[in-house]
């Protein structure tokens, strides 16, 4: 079976070119490095499980890292840079002309910064403004360790939907 193109640019490129692709979806170095270095992918499928489930355990320190890229719910980032257009392209089902429902979200940031003394961070790709309060919600009753794997698996997910994006370009 062929390789798509998208998949087999991936696989063909540089190891500067694809480290610098994978960094602009999760810029955690141990994950990017690790994915790269195990190309060749055979197909997208293996390349998207390798993003989801990469570098073990993120460290504490790698979440933070990674969460300094990412703005708050409900306030694209400014800039030109290819993160920033990621980022407003996945928050645009964030309805902020609804004053209530950004009025709670935008108390829910500060809670959630307040508890975990970072940004909330969620899949805005494909969730309405509803989902996104209920998952903030929900997981302003966790604890430390419990919100800290939510996270990463969050950046995981984060990052293979913005892989699929970029092979697709």
Not at 111 to 128: N, Q, W
Request: glycine share 6%; with cysteine.
């Amino acid at each position: 079976m062929d390789l798509d193109a998208g998949l087999q640019r991936f696989n063909e490129a540089s190891q500067s070119e694809a480290t610098e692709l994978v960094r602009i979806c999760l810029d955690i170095p141990r994950w990017a490095d690790e994915l790269v270095s195990a190309r060749p992918y055979p197909d997208r499928a293996s390349l998207f499980t390798a993003a989801r489930t990469g570098a073990g355990p993120l460290s504490a320190d790698e979440i933070e890292q990674a969460l300094a890229h990412h703005s708050r719910i409900g306030e694209p980032p400014g800039g030109d840079d290819a993160e920033a257009h990621l980022a407003r392209s996945e928050q645009s089902n964030v309805d902020s002309s609804d004053a209530a429902a950004h009025k709670r979200l935008t108390d829910g940031n500060r809670a959630y910064e307040d508890k975990f003394g970072r940004v909330f961070l969620v899949r805005a790709a494909g969730r309405s403004t509803s989902d996104i309060l209920t998952a903030l919600d929900r997981r302003l009753l966790n604890d430390e360790a419990s919100e800290l794997a939510v996270v990463a698996e969050e950046l995981r997910d984060i990052a293979a939907r913005r892989l699929a994006g970029m092979l697709d370009a």
